[in-house]
């Protein structure tokens, strides 16, 4: 048996694996985010730590066999976060997230003081990655900054709690801007452009090998065997291109969570930082990836849902009954927390325009859902100004829950998107295969991509008319960008 732990936003999520590569049981805990001032967001890594515990007991008692005889624990996580440890290893402060804006003003100071940044780190400097967090508090927090003794991303403190080790997987460091992208190791000119040494920072192991072997005292709490070894683990997606099964240069998939992800398996390191696309390191040796990320994707249903008091069945039960929203409806920009591909703007803001006396609820419902999908297109269109065409995309994450949102994704984009049994485990199927890999288990064997339950094939007509809508979308984010 295989348990994968994935760390993300809104819950930790644990899937167990077993020998044949089934999902035996899953289970989760929430979380809750901080947002103190305008632009921040935070957590606290103690509330990381519970819900996991929580999550870990949920499995227990509903398979307690089958989680007795975990072999091998996967992590995965929510990338970008700024751990930040004292010499006790103590955290010095809440954890600065991923969907953290604050640090916009030192994205140009990092640019300044690392004229090679975008060909060693592969992408540009933007407030979500964690460099420029670490220069907002040397800045802001110089007291703080003084007694950092390590620097660690989410996952990797969840780590530090299951075997006492400091260590990373390059998927998950590419996304710090420390890290030489095309070595897969850190960058001491990087490094000293934030301040920081490579003492300070975990020590790397691919994502498909052992990092360290649970806690006696954990493994006997948790009533496992000894020598539970621990994968390097992955950043979230990487994490779920292992869970999907994409693997080999080409393959591709959206993943629909908190944020909104296009994700391109490469065989070779391919930066295009101009058009805002990531180049990472994927979670296998000799493999590389191109992302585009919009910050705000399922989480815009989620804010939607909360603010007009209902929940997400029955607000798409209200739109499939509706088939006239794509005329009547408003536009709606997504930028709830600003954006990244393309625009690499944290002040870009969420908007509904056009609202009318008669627009009614499941127009709304229907607007978000479909500026969702017009982010994805505009980072589609990024991935193929950096030379990467893509056919057909697996779509995974909790929005892949939603035929509807399949289908306006395909007709958006153009191009057929695939469902598959187990996509909304995202990363934490990844983290479970990525476990079985480190004791031993083969790609070949582990990293199958699931049986399609669901093709949908973009209809012409839906895609004229959407592609009408699509540029009034890009227009009025181009009349209000600064305003």
Same mark, same amino acid.
């Given at each position: 048996?295989?348990?994968g732990?994935d760390l993300?936003t809104s819950?930790v999520? $644990?899937?167990?694996?077993d020998?044949?590569?089934n999902v035996?049981?899953t289970s989760?805990?929430?979380?809750?985010?901080?947002? =103190?001032?305008?632009?921040w967001s935070?957590q606290?890594p103690?509330?990381w730590w519970?819900?996991?515990? !929580?999550?870990?007991?949920r499995?227990?008692?509903?398979?307690?066999? @089958?989680f007795?005889a975990?072999r091998?624990?996967g992590?995965? +996580?929510q990338?970008?976060?700024?751990v930040l440890l004292?010499a006790?290893?103590?955290?010095l402060r809440?954890a600065i997230?991923?969907?953290?804006g604050?640090?916009?003003?030192? %994205?140009?100071e990092?640019?300044?003081?690392?004229?090679r940044?975008h060909d060693?780190?592969?992408n540009?400097a933007?407030?979500g /990655?964690?460099?420029?967090?670490?220069?907002?508090?040397?800045?802001?927090e110089p007291e703080v900054?003084?007694q950092?003794?390590s620097?660690?991303?989410p996952?990797?403190?969840?780590?530090?709690?299951?075997?006492?080790d400091?260590?990373?997987d390059p998927?998950?460091?590419?996304?710090?801007?420390?890290?030489?992208?095309?070595?897969?190791?850190?960058?001491?000119?990087l490094?000293?452009?934030c301040?920081?040494m490579r !003492?300070?920072?975990?020590r790397?192991?691919?994502?498909?090998?052992p990092?360290?072997?649970?806690? =006696?005292?954990?493994a006997? @709490?948790?009533?496992l065997?000894?020598e539970v070894?621990?994968a390097g683990?992955? +950043?979230d997606?990487?994490?779920?291109a292992?869970?999907?099964g994409a693997?080999?240069p *080409?393959d591709?998939?959206?993943?629909?969570?908190?944020?909104?992800?296009?994700?391109?398996?490469n065989?070779?390191?391919?930066?295009?930082?101009?058009s805002?696309?990531?180049?990472?390191?994927?979670?296998?040796p000799?493999?590389?990836h191109?992302?585009s990320?919009?910050?705000s994707?399922a989480?815009?249903l989620?804010w939607?849902?909360q603010?007009?008091g209902?929940d997400?069945?029955?607000?798409?039960a !209200?739109?499939s009954?509706n088939?006239?929203?794509?005329i009547?409806a =408003?536009i /709606?920009?997504?930028?709830l927390?600003?954006e #990244?591909? &393309?625009?690499n703007? &944290?002040?870009? &803001? +969420?908007?509904?325009?056009?609202l009318k006396?008669?627009?009614t609820?499941a127009d %709304?419902?229907y607007a978000?859902l479909?500026?969702v999908?017009f982010g994805l297109?505009? *980072?589609?269109?990024a991935?193929?100004?950096a030379?990467?065409?893509?056919r057909?995309l697996? $779509?995974?994450? *909790?929005?892949?829950?939603?035929?509807?949102?399949a289908q306006?994704?395909?007709? @958006?984009l153009?191009i057929?998107i695939?469902?598959?049994?187990g996509g909304e @485990?995202?990363?934490?199927l990844g983290?479970a295969?990525?476990?079985w890999?480190?004791? *031993?288990?083969?790609? !070949?064997?582990?990293c199958?991509?699931? =049986?399609?339950?669901?093709?949908?094939?973009?209809d012409a007509? #839906?895609h004229?008319?959407?592609?009408?809508?699509?540029?009034? /979308?890009r227009?009025?984010y181009?009349?209000? #960008?600064g305003?």
């Amino acid at each position: 048996m295989y348990l994968g732990i994935d760390l993300g936003t809104s819950e930790v999520k $644990l899937l167990l694996l077993d020998g044949n590569g089934n999902v035996v049981g899953t289970s989760g805990a929430a979380l809750t985010l901080s947002t =103190p001032q305008p632009l921040w967001s935070e957590q606290n890594p103690a509330d990381w730590w519970r819900a996991t515990g !929580e999550a870990v007991s949920r499995l227990r008692t509903a398979h307690p066999n @089958a989680f007795a005889a975990v072999r091998g624990i996967g992590l995965s +996580g929510q990338m970008h976060g700024a751990v930040l440890l004292g010499a006790r290893d103590e955290v010095l402060r809440p954890a600065i997230l991923w969907n953290d804006g604050r640090s916009h003003a030192e %994205c140009a100071e990092l640019e300044a003081a690392a004229p090679r940044l975008h060909d060693i780190a592969g992408n540009l400097a933007m407030p979500g /990655f964690t460099a420029p967090k670490l220069l907002w508090v040397r800045r802001h927090e110089p007291e703080v900054f003084a007694q950092v003794r390590s620097v660690l991303l989410p996952k990797d403190w969840l780590r530090l709690q299951l075997c006492g080790d400091k260590v990373s997987d390059p998927s998950d460091a590419a996304g710090t801007l420390w890290l030489d992208v095309a070595r897969r190791d850190w960058s001491d000119e990087l490094l000293a452009a934030c301040g920081l040494m490579r !003492e300070q920072m975990p020590r790397l192991v691919e994502s498909n090998q052992p990092s360290g072997v649970l806690k =006696p005292e954990l493994a006997k @709490a948790w009533g496992l065997g000894p020598e539970v070894v621990i994968a390097g683990g992955a +950043g979230d997606n990487a994490a779920s291109a292992i869970g999907i099964g994409a693997v080999a240069p *080409g393959d591709g998939f959206i993943s629909l969570g908190t944020s909104g992800v296009l994700f391109i398996v490469n065989d070779r390191y391919r930066p295009n930082p101009a058009s805002a696309v990531h180049a990472f390191c994927h979670a296998l040796p000799q493999r590389w990836h191109q992302m585009s990320v919009m910050l705000s994707a399922a989480s815009c249903l989620r804010w939607f849902c909360q603010l007009v008091g209902a929940d997400e069945a029955t607000l798409l039960a !209200e739109l499939s009954a509706n088939d006239s929203a794509v005329i009547s409806a =408003p536009i /709606f920009l997504p930028y709830l927390a600003g954006e #990244r591909t &393309p625009h690499n703007d &944290p002040f870009a &803001p +969420g908007v509904f325009h056009g609202l009318k006396a008669h627009t009614t609820r499941a127009d %709304c419902t229907y607007a978000v859902l479909e500026g969702v999908a017009f982010g994805l297109a505009d *980072g589609l269109d990024a991935l193929r100004a950096a030379g990467t065409e893509v056919r057909r995309l697996s $779509l995974v994450g *909790g929005g892949s829950r939603s035929q509807f949102w399949a289908q306006l994704i395909a007709d @958006a984009l153009d191009i057929d998107i695939a469902l598959h049994s187990g996509g909304e @485990a995202g990363g934490a199927l990844g983290a479970a295969r990525l476990g079985w890999l480190a004791v *031993g288990g083969s790609a !070949e064997t582990a990293c199958t991509r699931p =049986p399609v339950t669901a093709l949908f094939s973009p209809d012409a007509g #839906r895609h004229a008319r959407l592609t009408t809508r699509l540029a009034l /979308f890009r227009d009025l984010y181009r009349r209000l #960008r600064g305003a």
